[in-house]
């Protein structure tokens, strides 16, 4: 019973902390789209102040896009934490380290995994850069 107990326990202090997380990354994206409607100006700029401001702009959505595809991770893992399988490596099914998930809450993959993943990425771009090159050497 009180393993049952702690489990419970666990899993709304994990559902807090997802909840807290998008809460937090919500108000930040009104802002920053706020913040952006309020700095759009009327005056006339020059061609570098029009550069900078472009490249702000474009600064800016990317952020809102990554804190965007953040939010639907977050949403993602609400749903496995529903579905009872939150927690669960998806690549080897293994449990994923509390302190994992209290860091990254939205993890799907266990410490090991990720870094045989990120392993065999970069090798990909190692290859693909390699061949890239290969392209450029004379014959």
């Known amino acids: 019973m009180t393993n049952l107990a702690t489990t419970q326990t666990r899993i709304q202090e994990l559902r807090q902390i997802l909840l807290d997380r998008r809460s ?10 706020r913040d952006g409607r309020t700095e759009r100006t009327e005056e006339v700029l020059d061609d570098g102040a029009t550069s900078d401001a472009a490249l702000q702009n474009g600064i800016d959505f990317a952020v809102i896009q990554l804190k965007a595809e953040t939010l639907a991770r977050i949403d993602a893992a609400l749903a496995r934490l529903d579905a009872g399988t939150y927690g669960d490596c998806f690549d080897c099914g293994d449990e994923i380290s509390d302190k994992r998930l209290r860091a990254l809450p939205f993890a799907v993959r266990c410490t090991t995994c990720e870094e045989k993943r990120e392993q065999q990425t970069r090798a990909r771009q ?3 850069s390699q061949a890239r090159l290969s392209l450029f050497v004379p014959m």
Not at 24 to 31: A, K, L, N
Request: overall charge negative.
């Open 24 to 33: 937090q990354i919500e108000g930040d994206v009104r802002t920053r789209i």
């Open 126 to 128: 190692l290859a693909e």
